[in-house]
C-alpha cells in the first residue's frame, strides 16, 4: 500500500523534499536532495526501500547528534525513545469525560496513519456527510436495482476530542463513530453504535511534526473497533480523500515491555492488581507461558532497579524521567527469577501480552486502557511505534 | 411427558455428533428393531428430537433410562469436559480385594445413607474401570439429572477421577468412596484435564519411559532435516545428550495429552546482581501457567531443542513424574518441594 502511494504522489513528494527541508540546516537539505537523487524511479522495491531509507535519515536528523547508535542494531530495530517522562495526569481536567468515556475500556486494533493531506478539522460535518455516502454507496454495489426501504443507512459523525494532545504541536484527536440500524430492526428501533474509530497524535516528535509541510496534519495512531468491512471501507475513505496509507502496526518487545514497566511505575497511585505477562515459545505444539506476578512484588522490583535519581525532589514527584536501562532491568529481574526455577530462557520465545488491571497490550496490535489516568502515557509511546513504523 | 426427560434428552441429541448418534442408540437397546429402523439420521437435530421423544413416550421410558443414554456417550467420549484426579490414601488390609459387586453394594448403600434423594449408576467398563453417574437432590428436592457427576474409578488401583463436583457434594461422595474401597482418606492429586485419557496415562504411567542407562547411545532422530553435514557433526553429541535427556524426563513416543499445569512460586527473588530484592525477606510471588494443545511434548520439545537447559529441572519433570499439574513452591529445603503445602482447589 505504501508502495502505490509512492508511485501515483511521487511528484509531490519529490517537490516536498526539494522545497521545504527538514530543518532550516542548509546540511539536511543537501541531504534531502542526495536522498531523491539517490532513489530510482524504476524498481518499486528499491524505491521503497531508499525511502525508508531516507525517512530513516531525516527522523534520525530530528533527533540530532543524539540519536543513540548503540541501540540499532539493523534495519529491523524499531528506535523508540530511550527514556520517557511519567507525569501523572489529572486527565478530567483537560478532557471532557464523556468523550473519555468512549476511550477506555474497550479494545481497540491499531494501525499506523500517514500524514493526511488537507485534513481539516473545521469540515467535520462535510467529512460526515461524505463517508456516510461512501459507506452507503459501498454498500449498494452490486444491487442492480433500487431495493426499497430495506436499506441499513449509516449515520457518521466526527467528532474532536479536545484536550487530549499533550503539545501544542499535536493535532487534535478525532473521532469517527458509525451508527446503524441492526438488520432485521422494527421501524422504531433507534440506530445503535456499531463502529467506532479514532486518529490521535499525543506528543509527537515536535521536530518531525515541524518539518511536515504546511498543508498536512499528522495523527499517526489510528485505533478501530467494529465490524471489520467498516473498518475498511473507512479506511479506504481516508486513503482516497486525504492521499495517506494505513498500516498494520504491531506492538513490538520492546514496546510491550515499556508498558509492563510503564504500569508497574503507577502501582502506588492505582493498584496494578497483577501484572500479566505471556510469552510464546517456538517448540512443536507451541507452548504458551503465562507469568502472573503479584503487583507489590512487581513494585518492588521495579523500585530496586530505579537509578538514584539526580533531579530535585519536587521535579522527582512530578515528573519523573524513565530510561530503556530501568525497563532492561526489570524485565531482566523477572526472566532471571523465572529461569532459576525452570530453567527455561524466556528470551527464546516472544513476548505476546502485557496486561494489568490499567490496560492490556498485545503483539498484534490490539490494546485496551482501562484506567483514565494513564490514557496519555498509554497514547504517547503507540504514537511514537506509529511514527516510527511509518514508511515516510 | 416429564419436562426433566424431554430437557434431558434435548440436550443429548444435540450433544451426540450426527454420525455416533445411531451406534450409541443401537448400544442402548432400549428402542425396538422396527422403532430403530424408524429413525432417518439424516434429518434435523430439531426433527430426530422430535422422533425420540414419541419413541421415548411409547416405550414408556424414564429419566433413568435417558441417563443410561448419557452415560453410554460420556464413556464414549471421556475427553470432553475437565476431569480432576483424586488419590486414595492408607488402604485397610482388605483394600485390594474388594472386586466389582463388593464396590457396587457398599458405593450405593453407603451414599444412599448420607444424603437422601440420589441417583446412582455404575457400569463396569471393558478396560477395568468402573463408571460411576451420580444425579444430586436434597432432602426437599429430587435428584437433578441435567448437573449429574461423573466418577471413574479403576479397582484394584488408587485412582479416582471426577468431573462436575461442586464443594458441597465434595465431603459426601469422598466419605462414600473411602468406606466403599477400604482406604481411609482421599486427597487431591492435583491432576487436571480435559482429556481423561491423558490424565489416566499420566497417573497410572501408561506411556512409553525411557530410563536412564549406563551407556547412552545416540538415539535416532525421528526427522532428519540435514542442514549441514559439519555443524550436523559438531552438534550430533550435544543433540543426543539433550535428546537422551528429554526423553528420559518425559517419555518416549506417544504422550498423554495434558494440556497445562500451574505453578505457585513463593520462593525468595535471589540474583545477586540486584541487592535490594535479595535481602527481601518476603517472597516473590507469582504464579506461571504453562499451556499448549500437547504440554508433555512441548515440555520435551524444549528440553531437546535447547530452549529449557538439561537436566531437566525437577519442577518440570515432576509433572509425569508425580502425575501432578499443579503445584505450590515454597523455600524449604535445598530444593523445591511440591508437597509441603496442601494446595486448594
Known amino acids: ?392 | 411427558m416429564d419436562n426433566t426427560v424431554k430437557r434431558l434428552l434435548e440436550r443429548l441429541v444435540r450433544r451426540i455428533p450426527s454420525r455416533m448418534l445411531k451406534t450409541t442408540l443401537d448400544k442402548w437397546s432400549r428402542l425396538t428393531a422396527t422403532q430403530r429402523q424408524s429413525i432417518d439420521y439424516t434429518e434435523s437435530k430439531w426433527a430426530l428430537t422430535e422422533k425420540l421423544l414419541a419413541i421415548c413416550e411409547e416405550n414408556e421410558l424414564t429419566v433413568k433410562h435417558i441417563a443410561e443414554l448419557e452415560m453410554i456417550h460420556v464413556i464414549e467420549n471421556p475427553n470432553l469436559g475437565m476431569w480432576h484426579a483424586f488419590q486414595l490414601m492408607d488402604p485397610q488390609d482388605d483394600a485390594h480385594s474388594v472386586e466389582l459387586t463388593q464396590f457396587k453394594e457398599q458405593f450405593k448403600s453407603h451414599l444412599s445413607e448420607l444424603i437422601r434423594h440420589v441417583s446412582i449408576k455404575i457400569k463396569k467398563h471393558t478396560d477395568e474401570a468402573v463408571w460411576i453417574r451420580i444425579a444430586w437432590g436434597d432432602t426437599f428436592s429430587r435428584p437433578n439429572h441435567l448437573k449429574p457427576t461423573y466418577v471413574v474409578h479403576y479397582l484394584q488401583t488408587p485412582y479416582v477421577f471426577l468431573s462436575s463436583l461442586t464443594s458441597k457434594q465434595k465431603p459426601l461422595l469422598s466419605q462414600a468412596l473411602v468406606l466403599s474401597t477400604r482406604y481411609q482418606a482421599i486427597k487431591d492429586a492435583n491432576l487436571s484435564g480435559r482429556k481423561l485419557t491423558a490424565i489416566r496415562d499420566l497417573l497410572m504411567k501408561q506411556y512409553l519411559q525411557v530410563f536412564p542407562t549406563k551407556f547412552p547411545s545416540p538415539l535416532a532422530e525421528r526427522n532428519r532435516v540435514v542442514s549441514n553435514l559439519h555443524i550436523e557433526k559438531e552438534q550430533a553429541g550435544s543433540a543426543a545428550n539433550r535428546h537422551q535427556m528429554a526423553c528420559e524426563a518425559f517419555g518416549d513416543g506417544l504422550l498423554p495429552q495434558l494440556q497445562s499445569a500451574v505453578y505457585k512460586l513463593e520462593t525468595k527473588f535471589r540474583d545477586h546482581t540486584n541487592k535490594t530484592m535479595t535481602e527481601r525477606d518476603e517472597p516473590f510471588r507469582c504464579v506461571v501457567k504453562f499451556a499448549s494443545t500437547n504440554l508433555l511434548e512441548s515440555l520435551r520439545h524444549s528440553a531437546s531443542s535447547g530452549v529449557a537447559s538439561t537436566p531437566v529441572t525437577p519442577l518440570l519433570s515432576s509433572v509425569p513424574l508425580k502425575g501432578k499439574n499443579y503445584f505450590v513452591i515454597t523455600d524449604n529445603g535445598p530444593g523445591p518441594s511440591s508437597q509441603m503445602k496442601p494446595s486448594q482447589k
Open chain 1, 1 to 392: 500500500m505504501a508502495t502505490m502511494a509512492t508511485t501515483t504522489h511521487f511528484g509531490l513528494f519529490n517537490g516536498i523534499f526539494r522545497r521545504c527541508p527538514y530543518n532550516g540546516d542548509p546540511n539536511t537539505i543537501q541531504h534531502s536532495a542526495i536522498s531523491v537523487v539517490r532513489t530510482p524511479i524504476g524498481s518499486i522495491v528499491a524505491q521503497r526501500r531508499s525511502k525508508n531509507k531516507s525517512y530513516r535519515q531525516s527522523y534520525r536528523s530530528c533527533l540530532g547528534a543524539a540519536s543513540k547508535l548503540g541501540h540499532t542494531p539493523g534495519w529491523t530495530a524499531r528506535r523508540l525513545n530511550t527514556s520517557r517522562r511519567t507525569k501523572s495526569h489529572n486527565i478530567t481536567e483537560k478532557v471532557n469525560p464523556e468523550d473519555l468515556a468512549l476511550l477506555v475500556k474497550t479494545e481497540w486494533q491499531l494501525s499506523y496513519v500517514t500524514p493526511l493531506y488537507q485534513f481539516r478539522h473545521t469540515q467535520l460535518r462535510s467529512y460526515s456527510r461524505q463517508l456516510s455516502a461512501f459507506i452507503t454507496a459501498e454498500k449498494q454495489q452490486g444491487l442492480a436495482v433500487e431495493v426499497e426501504g430495506a436499506q441499513t443507512s449509516f449515520r457518521v459523525s466526527f467528532s474532536v476530542v479536545q484536550g487530549l494532545g499533550e503539545t501544542d504541536d499535536d493535532a487534535e484527536t478525532v473521532l469517527v463513530q458509525i451508527h446503524s440500524k441492526p438488520v432485521f430492526a422494527g421501524k422504531d428501533e433507534a440506530q445503535k453504535l456499531v463502529w467506532s474509530g479514532w486518529l490521535t497524535c499525543i506528543n509527537g516528535n515536535p521536530e518531525y511534526l515541524h518539518s511536515l509541510p504546511k498543508d498536512f496534519t499528522c495523527l499517526p495512531l489510528f485505533g478501530s473497533r467494529g465490524a471489520e468491512n467498516l473498518t475498511s471501507l473507512v479506511k479506504s475513505w481516508f486513503q482516497q480523500t486525504f492521499d495517506c496509507c494505513f498500516g498494520p502496526l504491531e506492538i513490538n518487545q520492546t514496546c510491550l515491555q515499556w508498558l509492563a514497566a510503564l504500569w508497574t511505575n503507577c502501582h502506588i497511585e492505582s493498584s496494578i492488581q497483577h501484572l500479566k505477562m505471556i510469552w510464546t515459545l517456538p517448540v512443536e505444539p507451541p507452548l504458551q507461558i503465562t507469568y502472573t506476578v503479584n503487583p507489590q512484588d512487581a513494585w518492588e522490583l521495579w523500585n530496586s532497579v530505579r537509578t538514584p535519581s539526580l533531579e530535585s525532589r519536587e521535579e522527582e514527584e512530578t515528573a519523573r524521567s524513565i530510561d530503556i536501562e530501568e525497563v532492561t532491568r526489570f524485565m531482566q529481574g523477572l526472566m532471571s527469577h523465572f529461569y532459576r526455577h525452570f530453567r527455561l530462557d524466556l528470551s527464546a520465545g516472544r513476548l505476546s501480552q502485557v496486561s494489568s488491571a490499567l490496560g492490556s497490550a498485545k503483539f498484534s496490535g490490539r490494546v485496551k486502557m482501562s484506567n483514565s489516568r494513564y490514557v496519555l502515557t498509554t497514547l504517547s509511546l503507540l504514537t511514537e511505534c506509529a511514527l516510527l513504523k511509518m514508511p515516510i
